[in-house]
């Protein structure tokens, strides 16, 4: 288990709920890994990531699907690729990455409380 830490510091993570709209395979990236557009909406509109998520998604099954992301970490550049947010996942039994995702349709851009 990591440091405990206050509710005022997990307030100043801002994760929400948006929906892929557009996924591309990354083949330049050091890692098997896959470039995703997702819309939340609103003020946020699409931002764009990298994710190695090659074990168990290809990318055109992804369009539309809603999936929970960090929204205001500061952009970093993977590869030749700028991602802007930090899309969610947790390990399989094999360490690989299964993306967490909302069980029902919810609006687009909902932050996680």
């Not at 050091?30 to 290809?58: C, M, N």
């Given at each position: 288990?990591?440091d405990a830490i206050s509710?005022?510091?997990?307030?100043?993570?801002?994760?929400?709920?948006?929906?892929?709209?557009?996924?591309?395979?990354?083949?330049?990236?050091?890692?098997?890994?896959?470039?995703?557009?997702?819309?939340?909406?609103?003020?946020?509109?699409?931002?764009?990531?990298?994710?190695?998520?090659?074990?168990?998604?290809?990318?055109?099954?992804?369009?539309?699907?809603?999936?929970?992301?960090?929204?205001?970490?500061?952009?970093?550049?993977?590869?030749k690729f700028m991602s802007?947010?930090?899309?969610?996942?947790?390990?399989?039994?094999?360490?690989?990455?299964?993306?967490?995702?909302?069980?029902?349709?919810?609006?687009?851009?909902?932050?996680?409380?």
């Open positions: 288990m990591s509710f005022e510091d997990f307030l100043k993570v801002d994760v929400r709920v948006g929906t892929v709209v557009q996924a591309e395979p990354y083949p330049e990236a050091r890692k098997p890994a896959i470039k995703l557009w997702v819309d939340f909406g609103g003020d946020l509109g699409v931002k764009k990531s990298s994710a190695q998520i090659t074990r168990h998604y290809e990318p055109e099954e992804l369009i539309g699907k809603q999936v929970m992301a960090v929204v205001n970490f500061p952009p970093r550049q993977i590869g802007e947010i930090l899309v969610l996942g947790v390990p399989d039994e094999d360490g690989e990455v299964v993306l967490l995702t909302p069980d029902k349709p919810v609006p687009q851009g909902g932050r996680l409380f």
